[in-house]
């Protein structure tokens, strides 16, 4: 069974930085592409960032471009957790993120390219 356990959330100023991780159990961690998405009350679930298998492309990694530039998405396949380091946060950053495990080793911003996903974190940024 997967499993996808999100920590590292909470509340921050704009400005500040937050750094969320994803441990995840039940695959075999380093054959997949790992993504974060986010959803904000009343909008629907948004891709931010996915990296694919280390194997597959050497981990490229992908960002949404809300987020590119002050965001970095990083694996150790060693403890199988995915990290997503976010910078200078913004008030429009504030939602429930979530990690996802895609369905094979390449990372895509598509929601239908994941099938496991985590029970969410929030980020809450105040101005």
């Known amino acids: 069974q997967v499993q996808l356990v999100e920590s590292g959330g909470g509340l921050v100023q704009a400005g500040g930085s937050l750094r969320l991780s994803c441990a995840a159990s039940g695959r075999t961690f380093s054959s997949y592409a790992m993504g974060w998405f986010r959803q904000a009350p009343g909008k629907e679930r948004e891709f931010v960032a996915a990296?694919?298998?280390?194997?597959?492309?050497?981990?490229?990694?992908y960002y949404a471009d809300s987020v590119k530039g002050r965001t970095t998405i990083s694996r150790d396949n060693a403890k199988n957790t995915v990290y997503l380091q976010m910078n200078s946060l913004k008030p429009e950053d504030t939602a429930v993120y979530y990690c996802?495990?895609?369905?094979?080793?390449?990372?895509?911003?598509?929601?239908?390219?994941?099938?496991?996903w985590g029970q969410g974190t929030q980020v809450t940024v105040s101005s």
């Open positions: 996802a495990t895609a369905r094979g080793p390449i990372a895509t911003m598509s929601y239908a390219g994941y099938d496991y």
């Open positions: 990296v694919a298998a280390i194997g597959w492309s050497g981990g490229r990694t």
